[in-house]
């Protein structure tokens, strides 16, 4: 459902005038330095239902997103209210679909094919690209692996199996945003990708991490395979490499009886961009590194800060 025009004024007019801050009372930290910062956070539905009411939710989702301090915003599940929170930031919506959506300060020069991919004239940086994806969430391999029941996805038993069953759950639309992105990184400007994957990285599901019995499988998953094998870095590996030591497990700050913990929020960028900070946004806890209580989704938010060479 949308927001009425009465529900959409009541926000913007009760817009906070600064940062929300953790229990601690520590204001979320400015960054210095870069310029670019990018916020991939997916809403869970539009923001309407981490608190008690939707406009509760609403109003905390958009208190969290100005804290963020970002100049450009990757949504996934906005559900109908980007230009809501694109107004009420003073920024600019490029709407993909009924999930996705790219909010920016900066002028919008163009979009990709099917709106995949939005160019973006970005101060000191030049034109740039911003992709941004919600993949399939179902089946979800490391539910089944775990033997956890989810929309119906059948239990399998090792890597082999695994890598199969995200293959056919995200093979298909992973090739076709990666056909579009591949026209962003011929072009020789920047190019970012952002977004919910639904699927772990490779990176994370290592022989190092079931050694120290953080998973039982060691998972080449496909999807991270696939872009990082087009010259893209993950920007939170390659701030913090060690995935024992530094998970970042953004699903899910809302674990139920049975989960699994793993990262599936994830910031790409085109070797152009140098990435000089990833932080997890998200409830005051060990997996968060800018805690924003009460943290009104169901999964953790990824702000990477930017450099170029």
Known sequence: ?????????????????????????????AVDGPKLRLLCMNLWVGGRRGLATPEESIQRTLDVLRAADADVIALQEHDGLADFYAQALGMVATVQDRSTAVLSRWPVLGTSPTKWGVQLDAPDFGPLWVFDAHLPAAPYQPYQLAGIEYHGGRFVTNAAEAITEARLARGEPALRLLRELSAALASGEPVLLA??????????????????????????????????????????????????????????????????????????????????????????????????????????????VLQLP
């Open 195 to 304: 977004g919910d994957f639904n699927e772990p990285s490779h990176l994370d599901w290592t022989a190092q991490c079931v050694e120290a019995g953080l998973r039982e499988h060691a998972v080449e998953w496909p999807t991270s395979r696939l872009f990082t094998e087009t010259g893209l870095i993950d920007t939170f590996r390659a701030v913090h490499p060690d995935p024992v030591r530094r998970p970042g497990f953004t699903w899910t700050p809302r674990p139920g009886t049975r989960d699994v913990m793993d990262r599936i929020d994830l910031v790409y960028v085109s070797p152009q961009l140098i990435p000089v900070r990833t932080d997890v946004l998200g409830e005051l806890g060990p997996m968060t590194d800018l805690a924003l209580d009460p943290w009104p989704s169901d999964h953790r938010a990824v702000r990477a």
């Open 1 to 29: 459902m949308g927001l009425g025009a009465a529900l959409a004024g009541a926000l913007l007019g009760g817009c906070s005038t600064g940062p929300p801050v953790a229990p601690s009372g520590a204001a979320l930290p």
